[in-house]
């Protein structure tokens, strides 16, 4: 037991030390693939540089996925008591790393059930990874997507997200006489006030997870210190409840900026960069209960299932595999993305724990229809 910990906790280690933002994933692939072989895993890297290792055989087949890449910013990796220091320790590899350890330890005990272990690429930017994993018509009956949710803890949802692009042009004019001439600036931030004031039609004002909500991120415009602006360009951040879809909060935002089509000397515009529906999956699906199980049974605590208002790529796999899935991984959400980011190694253990007895826990009551 004692071995199995060390060798868990060097494993992690490991994956820390090789600096994976995105885009740079490959040297951690290959480490990937190396030691998956190790453990027993049925291993290949895919075209775009996603590790893919089976092991087991049968139904159900359950899919972990988990990222590779972290954001920038290299943290020294060090243990200082029971917590591993370095970046992607949280966010995310601690839960790819308690994934690949959980199906092998899954695989020891010979249960029928065939796990594939997914370590992704570019999560934390256009979630290249994930989209060719779709590509791929991979087929599951469970997937857990390995996100920070705290060791005693399921995520069951996440909101939807549309980048929208918002463009405003005018004549423009000198800035001696504004009174002259209508500034684009103006206009698009009038424009942004009245969508952030905008009541979005079956959201639940009371609930942050079941309400939009709107950001703007980016705003440029301007031509010269002495110029009424003649553009400005808006990037805005809109996340979408479960009850709802992207088009139809878009086109409520379209009805907005329609209302702006009769001013004289303005031309508006917009254009959906990007769109990813939201996920919420039934609490009491197979899968969660399973897993409810599992972690009451290592911890001795009631487990607490979780919405997020942010996203990841399970909004994306959701969107067009529709099977029961979840978000579950160690460490503290509060911690990802900062130069403090780091993991207590008892969590990470006991999830590994939790993810072999919970992939037993479907094999024992899965029935294939």
């Known amino acids: 037991m004692r071995n199995m910990q060390n060798y868990a906790v060097n494993f992690l280690a490991q994956m820390l030390k ?12 290959d480490f990937l693939q190396r030691e998956m072989k190790k453990l027993g895993f049925r291993v290949t890297i895919d075209g775009v540089g996603n590790v893919i290792g089976e092991i087991g055989k049968g139904h159900p087949v359950t899919l972990l996925c988990g990222h590779m890449d972290t954001v920038p910013g290299y943290i020294p990796v060090r243990m200082v008591g029971d917590k591993l220091f370095g970046r992607g320790a ?13 199906a092998a330890e899954f695989a020891r005990k010979k249960k029928k059930g065939k796990v594939i272990v997914a370590g992704v690429i570019e999560e934390e930017s256009a979630s290249k990874g994930i989209k060719n994993l779709l590509k791929s018509r991979l087929e599951a009956d469970y997937a857990i997507f390995g996100e920070p949710s705290r060791s005693d803890q399921i995520t069951v949802g996440y909101r939807g997200r549309a980048q929208l692009k918002i463009n405003c042009q005018t004549m423009g004019g000198h800035a001696g006489a504004p009174w002259l001439f209508t500034s684009a600036v103006d ?7 009245d969508i952030k004031a905008h009541q979005f039609k079956g959201q639940k004002e009371d609930q942050r997870f079941y309400s939009v909500s709107t950001c ?7 031509e010269a210190k002495n110029v009424v602006p003649s553009n400005c360009e808006m990037t805005i951040d809109v996340r979408v409840p479960p009850q709802l879809k992207c088009r139809e909060v878009v086109e409520e935002i379209k009805e907005i900026l329609r209302s702006y089509e009769s001013r004289k000397g303005l031309e508006v515009s917009m254009e959906t960069e990007d769109c990813m529906e939201p996920f919420e999956v039934s609490v009491d699906s197979v899968l969660v209960k399973s897993l409810r199980a599992a972690i009451r049974r290592e911890t001795e605590r009631s487990v607490k299932l979780v919405r997020k208002t942010g996203t990841s790529d399970m909004n994306l796999f959701g969107s067009k595999i529709k099977i029961p899935m979840v978000a579950y991984g160690p460490g503290n959400p509060e911690v990802e ?19 072999g007895d919970t992939l037993g826990k479907l094999s024992d009551r899965f029935k294939k229809n």
């Open 216 to 222: 703007l991120t980016q705003i440029k415009g301007g």
């Open 187 to 193: 206009e698009a931030y009038q424009i942004w006030l």
């Open 337 to 355: 993305h900062t130069l403090n980011e780091y993991i207590e190694i008892p969590e990470y253990t006991t999830s590994i724990r939790i993810l």
């Open 90 to 102: 949280v966010d995310a590899k601690g839960s790819l790393a308690a994934m690949i350890l959980g």
């Open 18 to 29: 090789i600096y994976s933002p995105s885009g740079q994933e490959e040297k951690l692939a």
